[in-house]
């Protein structure tokens, strides 16, 4: 089997547990007789606590031979975690499950990315072919698992998600034989401890995490409250689907079609041009733009999530020694996806509570500091 799809199949196995449980988890809590406000926080738990797991989750994998192993781990690991959140039933049990598995799962991808990104620049191919059958497998599993609600009961998420975990587990063992560590020599523990402590004190590198997590973080209000907004505008259930589809569709076709174009610009300037698009896309959206002008700016997603993340990756794989290339790709993870991404979402309700779309403008501003600190890593030497 080609390197490439090995690889696709990996980060389809991931994501396609994800687009089941991130939009229709909250429906199986629901189902439980939780109540909104418990939900909420079983959700934001795993975002607020990732940034401190997920180092320490690398700093454990850098200690095994392959970098499949511990990758297997964390996926079987993460099923049992959501196994028993479907068995063992209440909010406690919810909470420190859904955190547990939600944690594990979560540091697979930027582990894998680290792995992705090394051979892609031995091998010669790009990295966002992999990933981007991960990004379809996404919409795989939100679409499907969507249809099959219409018919099934909600514990119905709670299996996809267990398979997922398991098929992510098997996926891994299914990739290459890459060692950690060139050579093949396990570094001890007080050296990893070591790498961590090293990137905690370079600046580059917190400016590459600073300006690239919050741009992507900006995101928050769009996740959150785009439908409930459009549906204020009377736009119809089936044209926000199509908007969301067309989100997640142009940002595979980058990835898939837009390496010539990665290829010439630096990733820092990458990551200032997804500041920009969004920039654009959430003051425009703040002002409720008709029917029409959603399709360009929803297509805008190419350019203010993607572009910014894999600017990201390629500024975290320069910044980062190679000892610490797993804690850094964690670090980076767990900012942009765990604690900015939280923090904005914490933010985002009282902003739609008070002002309704003008709430996007909260995001806007948020995304000038993103361009600030992007800004400045570019006029490093």
């Not at 994998?61 to 392959?66: C, I, P, R, S, T």
């Not at 993460?78 to 859904?98: D, E, P, Q, R, Y």
Request: proline content about 6%.
């Amino acid at each position: 089997m080609p390197l490439t799809l090995r690889l696709g199949l990996f980060y389809a196995a991931i994501f396609v547990g994800t687009g089941a449980s991130l939009p229709y988890i909250p429906v199986w809590f629901r189902a439980q007789g939780l109540s909104g406000a418990q939900i909420g926080l079983i959700l934001a738990a795993p975002m607020m606590v990732r940034i401190f797991i997920s180092p320490l989750l690398a700093i454990w994998a850098d200690g095994f031979d392959l970098r499949r192993t511990p990758l297997s781990l964390l996926g079987f690991a993460s099923a049992v975690a959501f196994a028993l959140m479907g068995t063992i039933h209440g909010f406690w049990a919810c909470l420190v499950f859904w955190l547990i598995g939600a944690c594990l799962l979560g540091t697979i991808a930027p582990l894998g990315d680290v792995m992705s990104l090394r051979l892609a620049r031995r091998e010669g191919f790009a990295y966002a072919w992999p990933r981007g059958i991960g990004s379809l497998a996404f919409v795989v599993g939100n679409i499907g698992v969507g249809a099959l609600l219409t018919t099934m009961k909600p514990e119905l998420v709670v299996f996809w998600t267990v398979g997922a975990a398991v098929l992510a587990g098997f996926a891994a063992l299914g990739l290459p034989r890459e060692p950690v560590h060139e050579g093949g020599e396990r570094p001890p523990r007080s050296s990893r401890l070591r790498g961590l402590s090293e990137l905690m004190s370079n600046r580059a590198f917190l400016l590459a995490i600073a300006g690239s997590g919050t741009i992507q973080a900006t995101h928050a209000f769009y996740y959150g409250f785009s439908a409930l907004l459009w549906r204020r505008q009377e736009i119809g259930e089936i044209y926000i689907g199509i908007l969301w589809g067309l989100g997640v569709l142009v940002e595979i076709a980058f990835l898939w079609f837009g390496e010539p174009l990665r290829r010439r610009i630096k990733p820092e300037t990458m990551v200032f041009i997804g500041g920009i698009a969004a920039l654009i896309r959430w003051t425009a959206l703040a002002f409720s733009p008709p029917l029409w002008m959603l399709f360009p700016l929803q297509a805008l997603h190419a350019l203010s999530f993607m572009a910014s993340f894999l600017g990201s990756l390629a500024l975290i794989e320069r910044y980062a020694p190679p000892h610490a290339a797993s804690a850094a790709q964690t670090i980076s993870s767990a900012c942009a996806g765990g604690l900015f991404i939280g923090l904005a979402t914490l933010a985002s309700g009282p902003l739609f509570d008070a002002f309704g779309a003008l709430g996007y403008l909260g995001m806007t501003i948020m995304t000038l500091g993103g361009l600030i600190a992007t800004g400045m890593l570019m006029r490093r030497p």
